[in-house]
Structures are given as structure tokens and as C-alpha cells.
């Protein structure tokens, strides 16, 4: 079983690092702000903590929850992307700013890439909490939801 768990991380691993490799380039949406700063800690594959000690929440996507099939795995996934790295957060005009649980809401990208998107097309994310959920909308729902219908995760 231990063994099987370990396999299960190092395929995840696999997928995430070429999902991550091809996902697309970004820009600052029109109308958007924008930020530099270091990931200190990945809380989960949606949610970090930066230098600040602020926790960022990343717009548009949703990973497991802990005790749920592929928690470890989006996390892990978040924490070789991100953690001890500069990043880039990006707020736009469109989105509130922080969500019910005080943390900023925000695109993180790093090396040019967004993270959010690579986690979509690993299959350890979910687009999701987006206009379609009743919620404001984002400049790159439409392609996060395309990503989403191409890459379904080992839990789904």
C-alpha cells in the first residue's frame, strides 16, 4: 500500500511538471493589479501563505481538501511550483479582493506561468467559484474551464 502511494506521488509529479511546462504564458488582465512577492508556504494546492504572512487564495480553481482523494498530491504539486519562490500575484479589477475567510484572492503566477492553469491541467485542480458558480467573474474563466474539460484527475 505505502508503495502504491509513493508511485501514485511520483506519477502525479510526472503530469504536473509537463502540465506546468506547457501551460500557457499570462498577462496582467486590462484594469488588473499586480504584485511581486515569495511564497512561504503552500497550505494546499490552493491556497499559500506569502512573505507577508498573508494567505492568498488562487482564483478560479479548487483542489481537494485534506482526507480527500488527491489532497497530497495538488499540494505537493502547489509546493514544487511555488513555495520559496518569487511569484507574482495578479488581482483583477473584476474579482473582490479577499474572500469570507479574510485571504487574498489572486492569479499566482511564477516564471511566467500560472499556477492556477497548471494545476487545471494536471487534473489536481477544478475550475471553479467563477461567474458560472454565481460568483464575480474572471478574465481567464473560459480558458480554465476548456483546460478543465480536457484534463480530468484520478479522483474524478
Known sequence: MRRAVVVALVVAGAVVAAGF??????????GASSS?????HVVDGDTV?????????????????RGRC????????????VEDRRVLLVN???VQDRDQYDR???????????AGYAQIQSGLAQAR????DGLDPHPREDRYHDADR???????
Open 21 to 30: 511546462l506547457a501551460s500557457q504564458s499570462t498577462d496582467v488582465p486590462t
Open 36 to 40: 511581486r512577492t515569495t511564497v512561504s
Open 49 to 65: 501563505v506569502i512573505a507577508s504572512g498573508e494567505h492568498v487564495r488562487l482564483i478560479g480553481v479548487d483542489t481537494p481538501e
Open 70 to 81: 488527491g489532497f497530497g498530491a495538488a499540494t505537493e504539486a502547489m509546493r514544487r511550483m
Open 92 to 94: 483583477p479589477a473584476s
Open 104 to 114: 487574498l484572492l489572486r492569479f499566482v503566477e511564477v516564471d511566467g506561468r500560472d
Open 129 to 132: 467559484f467563477d461567474s458560472r
Open 150 to 156: 480536457r484534463h480530468r484527475g484520478p479522483c474524478e
